[in-house]
């Protein structure tokens, strides 16, 4: 979990924040929960991708390529007079790569437990996508990552490690689902820390540190 959070919690993290908040009309403080909560879908659906040869592949190939982490270099210029059309195009691809048939359900799941319409939850997401793969592409160059095996193990320590195998098999689970809706509403539960686990995890920690 440290990862996201030294991603979250960093100065490059509130520009983040700041960044998509302006260019979607939403507030930091709603933006931030938002992003706290779809961070660590979309590395558990990366993790899952990762999971075949095949997957695996194409996502080392776009992190080694278009999103090697030089987005990161320039965020200011990135969000400088609005996100341009070919960043938002691109930010929508990776979305529908990643999370597939699932995206809707992602996004009305967050939608249900934010309080924002899905519309809106989409277009933060679109705005966020590049610049979170692009950090993966940056952790994976940093950390000299060139196989599937140590990719899965990268995305596996960007959710939380060995201490959140019950929130990663969920998540996983939520992507594999059928769609019947129940996985859905545990998840976002779950990332949101409501209910009684005050113990960390992802819930817990993103919780904590967006004052949930």
Known sequence: MSGLLELLNSPMGKQLVSGVAGQTGQSESQTADILGMAMPLLMGAMKKNASTPGGAQGLMNAL??????SILDNLGGFFGGGVDQSALDDGAGILGHVLGTKQPQVENALSRKSGLDAGSIAQILQ????IILGYLGKETKQQKVSSPDALSGLLGGLMGGSNTQKEQSLIESFLDSDGDGSVIDDLAGMVLNKGNDKGGGIGG???GLFGK
């Open 64 to 69: 080694s390529s278009k999103h090697d982490g």
């Open 127 to 130: 705005v966020a996508a590049p």
């Open 205 to 207: 920690v993103l919780g």
